[in-house]
């Protein structure tokens, strides 16, 4: 793999990310309760869920879901439903008042770092969308005439970091974000906007097509 193609990827896996989903406000949630460093685990979670999916891609189960709409349908619906779940959870949840140091854990009741990466996990590998990105994405940047697994490894380290680093960034915004609105409105606004948020992403993942991938 040169280093134009890497530059890239880099580019093009960076603007994938850093777009708003359901690990973006999945993060921007549990800073706000838990702090920011302690949502490391959430990324964790989150990360470990995507080395699972490019592994699932790379051993063919990519190419299997493409190709059998029973078995991508029955994915995507399961996920959505978590996901909708998830947000009606997070817009029922009693307002927690962030510290104002983000690395702190908030005042209140916390989750335990266990709770924290299985949800960061299971929100990671609910989106099959995910799963069929991995197997488009990652051909277009791989050489037949190189090592196929060392390219693998290269685009899967480079996936990861630049994830992690994006998904802590969110992480601050979101703590930043929940306690500029304590000091302007309610302070469950932002249990609001972010549940609201999971709640339409999992509609639309539950209305999503294979063909408009």
Same mark, same amino acid.
Not at 54 to 75: D, P, Q, R, Y
């Given at each position: 793999? @040169? $280093?134009? %193609?890497?530059?890239?990827? *880099?580019? =093009?896996?960076?603007?994938?990310?850093?777009?708003? +989903?359901?690990? /973006? #406000?999945?993060?921007?949630?549990?800073?706000?309760?838990?702090? @920011? $460093?302690? %949502?490391?685990?959430?990324? *964790?979670? =989150?990360?470990?869920?995507?080395?699972?999916?490019? +592994?699932?891609? /790379? #051993?063919?189960?990519?190419?299997?879901?493409?190709?059998?709409?029973? $078995?991508? %349908?029955?994915?995507?619906?399961?996920?959505?439903?978590?996901?909708?779940?998830?947000?009606?959870?997070?817009?029922?949840?009693?307002?927690?008042?962030?510290?104002?140091?983000?690395?702190?854990?908030?005042?209140?009741?916390?989750?335990?770092?266990?709770?924290?990466?299985?949800?960061?996990?299971?929100?990671?590998?609910?989106?099959?969308?995910?799963?069929?990105?991995?197997?488009?994405?990652?051909?277009?940047?791989?050489?037949?005439?190189?090592?196929?697994?060392?390219?693998?490894?290269?685009?899967?380290?480079?996936?990861?970091?630049?994830?992690?680093?994006?998904?802590?960034?969110?992480?601050?915004?979101?703590?930043?974000?929940?306690?500029?609105?304590?000091?302007?409105?309610?302070?469950?606004?932002?249990?609001?906007?972010?549940?609201?948020?999971?709640?339409?992403?999992?509609?639309?993942?539950?209305?999503?097509?294979?063909?408009?991938?």
């Amino acid at each position: 793999m @040169s $280093l134009q %193609t890497w530059i890239a990827y *880099a580019t =093009l896996v960076f603007v994938v990310i850093i777009a708003p +989903g359901p690990a /973006a #406000a999945l993060c921007m949630t549990h800073a706000s309760t838990n702090g @920011s $460093l302690r %949502t490391l685990f959430t990324i *964790a979670g =989150l990360l470990l869920s995507s080395l699972a999916l490019i +592994g699932l891609s /790379a #051993a063919g189960l990519g190419a299997a879901l493409a190709a059998s709409g029973t $078995l991508f %349908t029955t994915i995507k619906l399961v996920g959505a439903a978590y996901l909708v779940y998830l947000g009606i959870q997070i817009w029922r949840s009693p307002p927690v008042r962030a510290k104002q140091d983000p690395t702190h854990v908030a005042d209140g009741s916390h989750s335990r770092p266990f709770q924290l990466l299985r949800t960061g996990f299971l929100v990671g590998v609910s989106n099959p969308k995910d799963l069929l990105f991995f197997g488009a994405l990652f051909p277009q940047f791989m050489s037949p005439d190189a090592d196929a697994w060392r390219q693998l490894v290269v685009l899967t380290a480079t996936w990861v970091v630049i994830a992690g680093v994006l998904m802590f960034c969110y992480a601050v915004a979101g703590f930043r974000m929940a306690v500029a609105l304590e000091r302007l409105g309610p302070r469950n606004l932002f249990n609001r906007i972010t549940g609201g948020a999971l709640v339409a992403i999992g509609a639309s993942l539950a209305l999503f097509r294979r063909s408009s991938s």
